[in-house]
């Protein structure tokens, strides 16, 4: 079964560095979101992308934050400079049109020390 | 932004026990999903309802969509220990925004005790 995935599964990093979390959608999908879940609190809805460009961003997604899809597979987060808050569980997820539900990936724990 | 309230906020159970837990919105949403995280997981989608008083079933699973559009409830009948999860409650994006835009209510923490 078709499924998206995320790696690493779990990235450590020290505050003021810049990371990336990778994602690899479903193949046939063309839209892309990413996911915030601070821990023990409620998943939380980051950016939404299609046709190469971001269509939504919620408030969190600020400067900090950038989304990219390098190459025909791959889709990822970067956070340029990392703050103790930024650490969650981050999720990517993906859809085959706007209309159809979103399959999430198992997430990246973030933890910024 | 629009606010989901869902409760309870858990619930400690006996195996073979019903559930029940129940969402609700001051907005009308057009659409509301249930999901399911287990530990190390993102949500998986369990039930999706798009129309006013909408009931549909997944297995031991059963879902409405209130008539007013304000709220939704997940029932789960005959809990086995593998119920054991967080359960969200959301919204999708409505009035020509991406379905995957998701907005979640605060979840419910099942326990289920064998």
């Known amino acids: 079964e078709p499924e998206v995935t995320q790696t690493p599964s779990h990235q450590v990093t020290q505050m003021g560095q810049e990371v990336i979390l990778r994602c690899v959608p479903i193949?046939?999908?063309?839209?892309f979101y990413w996911y915030r879940q601070i821990l023990g609190q409620k998943v939380e809805f980051l950016v939404s992308?299609?046709?190469?460009?971001?269509?939504?961003k919620s408030e969190i997604f600020d400067d900090q934050f950038s989304v990219e899809r390098p190459d025909g597979s791959n889709f990822t987060l970067k956070i340029r400079s990392t703050k103790l808050e930024d650490s969650a569980m981050y999720f990517c997820?993906?859809?085959?049109?706007?209309?159809?539900?979103?399959?999430f990936g198992q997430g990246t724990r973030l933890t910024v020390v | 932004g629009q606010q989901l309230n869902q409760s309870p906020q858990s619930m400690f159970i006996q195996e073979g026990e019903d559930v029940s837990m129940n969402c609700t919105s001051s907005?009308?949403?057009?659409?509301w999903l249930w999901y399911k995280q287990e530990p190390g997981e993102g949500p998986v989608l369990l039930i999706a309802?798009?129309?006013?008083?909408e009931l549909t079933s997944n297995g031991r699973l059963t879902a409405q969509f209130g008539i007013t559009r304000k709220d939704s409830f997940l029932n789960i009948s005959a809990s086995i220990p593998s119920d054991v999860g967080i359960y969200f409650c959301?919204?999708?994006?409505?009035?020509?925004?991406?379905?995957?835009?998701?907005?979640f209510g605060q979840g419910t923490i099942l326990t289920v005790h064998p």
């Open positions: 997820a993906s859809s085959e049109a706007w209309y159809t539900e979103a399959f």
């Open positions: 193949s046939n999908h063309l839209y």
């Open positions: 992308f299609y046709n190469n460009e971001i269509s939504e």
């Open positions: 907005s009308i949403f057009n659409t």
């Open positions: 309802l798009y129309k006013a008083g």
């Open positions: 959301a919204r999708s994006g409505d009035g020509g925004t991406s379905y995957g835009k998701l907005t």
